[in-house]
C-alpha cells in the first residue's frame, strides 16, 4: 500500500488543489516502512491526481477536496481520505489502524461560495475546469 498525504511542516494541508508537497509512505505489513515528503512542482488540481498515480499512490489523506478531483482520484483508483486535520504521520498510524475519522462526503469549501468574491475568482485557480467551475 502507498498512501499519500497533502503535507505541510508535519501537518496535512487543507487544501488539495493548492497542496505544494505530499508526504508518500509505503506500508506493508501494518507498518510504515518507508517515507518521503515529495513536491508537486506547482501542479493544480487537475494534475495532482497523475502525480500521485505516476507515485504508486493507492490511497490519499486530506483535507477539503473539490468534486472534480475527487473524480479524478476515483478514476485513477485511488482510495480517499478526505475531510482530516491534524499530523500527518498520526493520521496515517490511525489508518493503518482503523480508527481514522473522515468525512466520506468532504467538499472544498471554497467552491461553494459565490463567484463575484473579490478573494477567489474561477479563473485564477488553475484547474482547468476539472472542480466543477
Keep these: 500500500m502507498k498512501i499519500a498525504v ?5 501537518q496535512i494541508f487543507q487544501h488539495f488543489g493548492h497542496t505544494e508537497q505530499f508526504k508518500l509512505y509505503t506500508v506493508e505489513n501494518n507498518a510504515v516502512i ?11 488540481h487537475g494534475a495532482l491526481a497523475g502525480f500521485l498515480a505516476v507515485n504508486g499512490v493507492d490511497t490519499l489523506i486530506c483535507g477539503g477536496i473539490g468534486g472534480g478531483a475527487q473524480q479524478a482520484l ?6 480517499l481520505f478526505g475531510g482530516v486535520s491534524g499530523s500527518a ?16 462526503d468532504v467538499h472544498c469549501a471554497h467552491h461553494d461560495h459565490e463567484h463575484g468574491d473579490e478573494a ?5 485557480h488553475k484547474c482547468g475546469g476539472s472542480c466543477g467551475h
Excluded: M, W
Design 6 to 10: 497533502t503535507y505541510d511542516n508535519g
Design 120 to 124: 477567489h475568482r474561477c479563473g485564477e
Design 89 to 104: 504521520d498520526g493520521a496515517v498510524a490511525q489508518l493503518i489502524g482503523g480508527t481514522l475519522k473522515f468525512q466520506p
Design 34 to 44: 518507508a517515507s518521503e515528503v515529495v513536491n508537486t512542482n506547482g501542479s493544480g
Design 74 to 79: 476515483a478514476a485513477a483508483g485511488i482510495q
